[in-house]
């Protein structure tokens, strides 16, 4: 069974960090494409990263360019995503999806791509 557990949210100032975690069980990453979305108060839930395992192809929403990074750790079948400079419209429960299929678009795959889902875990940034 596949499952995907994110871990790493909390509460952090304006301009702090975090470094949030999605580990999978039950498959391996080999060519799959992780990607990390978030749904902020109200808001429908956005895709705002992807990683591609085999070939390390990432993509990032402008939103989130040049403060987040994705990377992965296939011997750990963990994928981060590192968040610098947080903004308090970056408050959001963010998820990480997995799709057995490599992403060649030139722009982010959108949920209704992805077959698997974790729970999410909460980021709030404080002013």
């Known amino acids: 069974e596949v499952q995907l557990v994110e871990s790493g949210g909390g509460l952090v100032q304006t301009g702090g960090s975090l470094r949030l975690s999605c580990v999978a069980s039950?498959?391996?990453?080999?060519?799959?494409?992780i990607g990390w979305f978030r749904r902020a108060p109200g808001k429908e839930r956005k895709e705002i990263s992807y990683?591609?395992?085999?070939?390390?192809?990432?993509g990032y929403a402008d939103s989130v360019t040049g403060r987040f990074t994705v990377s992965v750790d296939n011997a750990k079948n963990t994928v981060y995503l590192q968040m610098n400079n947080l903004k308090p419209g970056d408050t959001a429960v963010y998820y990480c999806?997995?799709?057995?299929?490599?992403?060649?678009?030139?722009?982010?795959?959108?949920?209704?791509?992805?077959?698997?889902w974790g729970r999410g875990t909460q980021v709030t940034v404080s002013s």
């Open positions: 999806a997995a799709e057995p299929t490599l992403w060649y678009g030139s722009y982010l795959p959108i949920r209704e791509w992805y077959d698997y």
């Open positions: 990683i591609s395992s085999t070939n390390g192809r990432t």
């Open positions: 039950g498959f391996t990453f080999d060519d799959w494409t």
